[in-house]
């Protein structure tokens, strides 16, 4: 099992509404890193969703319920998320910059990056929220 962070613009596609639809295939990544990243994703391995934008903050927790790959679009992974329960209080980009587990995270190394590996104490640190 994994741990991600998934970045995304809550004024496209927030937190809340995952937990309204219950689950989405998360699509719009382009960048190839971030790519390369959802295709190693695996069924069962935990994310945290963060709202870009205004807000910076880590926001709730889901779940790799599925995962498909296309042959005929290689560069198009099927990653879906299923919600699970928000943080009950938001973890700030600030407060993870100030902590020495992201020191070398592409979180705050690789700022528009929209999907990150995550430890599993940096993952425990996002979850506490």
Do not use: C
Request: glycine share 6%.
């Amino acid at each position: 099992m994994a741990d991600w962070l998934v970045k995304t613009e809550p004024g496209d596609y927030a937190f809340e509404k995952l937990t309204k639809e219950k689950e989405t295939v998360w699509t719009g990544v382009r960048n190839p890193v971030a790519i390369k990243h959802l295709k190693s994703m695996k069924k069962g391995d935990r994310v945290i969703v963060y709202h870009t934008g205004d807000e910076k903050s880590a926001v709730g927790e889901a779940v790799v319920s599925s995962k498909e790959d296309d042959p005929k679009q290689p560069s198009e992974p099927r990653v879906t998320l299923r919600a699970g329960k928000p943080l009950e209080n938001p973890i700030p980009l600030a407060e993870i910059k100030s902590s020495p587990l992201f020191s070398e995270s592409p979180l705050v190394r690789i700022g528009r990056l929209s999907v990150v590996p995550l430890t599993a104490a940096q993952y425990a640190f996002l979850a506490r929220g």
